[in-house]
């Protein structure tokens, strides 16, 4: 357990370093060396973890990836048996914040993800945010759904756009925080119209 214990330190120190020597300089001046140097470790242990340049970028980029995913599936997990409203402002809360609490970082992973052809990895891990949505409007107390598959998809797509066009524009927070409101507006009302079958609210 200690030896596993000071792998997970390392491997931490090694992404936490891997972003820094990122937003510093670029993916033109990220080496291996750079990062090794950054998290104070040498060059042979990085290379115990990671083979070269592009298994640690991958490995970078996951990490973010997956720290969104989570955020979402925890988001609608907690929202299990609410209103759509409810579940409309969760999950566009925990997608933005995820993404825009370190708005730096997320830009930078946009070109790693281009480097190191993260598509796959994006798909996999946007399934099961999908995923989670499906199971969380099951639970709506006020609307009933046919096809959650092609919901859940057009939801998460639709925040992502403009999410990425906040990061590409270096948006200020006060854009951030109006397209927030707006999102959950339109998240919700798309919600409410894709319904097969509202649910009276005497019977709530």
């Known amino acids: 357990m200690p030896i596993q214990v000071r792998s997970a330190f390392t491997v931490e120190a090694i992404f936490d370093a891997c972003i820094q020597v990122l937003l510093e300089g670029g993916i033109e001046r990220l080496t291996t060396t750079r990062v090794a140097e950054r998290a104070g470790v040498s060059i042979g242990s990085l290379y115990q973890y990671f ?119 270096k948006a200020p927070s006060r854009l951030a925080t109006a397209v927030r409101s707006q999102l959950k507006t339109m998240v919700a009302a798309y919600l409410r119209e894709a319904a097969s079958q509202p649910i009276e609210r005497s019977a709530l």
Do not use: W
């Open 51 to 169: 083979p070269n340049k592009q298994s640690l970028m991958a490995a970078v980029l996951e990490r973010h990836l997956l720290r969104v995913v989570e955020a979402i599936e925890q988001a609608c997990s907690q929202c299990k048996g609410q209103t759509v409203d409810t579940m409309a402002a969760a999950v566009v809360d925990a997608f933005m914040t995820a993404k825009l609490q370190d708005a730096a970082t997320s830009r930078a992973l946009y070109a790693v993800a281009a480097e190191v052809g993260g598509a796959e990895v994006v798909a996999l891990l946007t399934q099961r945010s999908q995923l989670a949505i499906c199971d969380m409007l099951a639970t709506a107390a006020d609307h009933r759904y046919k096809d959650l598959a092609v919901i859940s998809f057009v939801l998460s797509t639709a925040v992502v756009g403009p999410v990425q066009a906040l990061l590409a524009a």
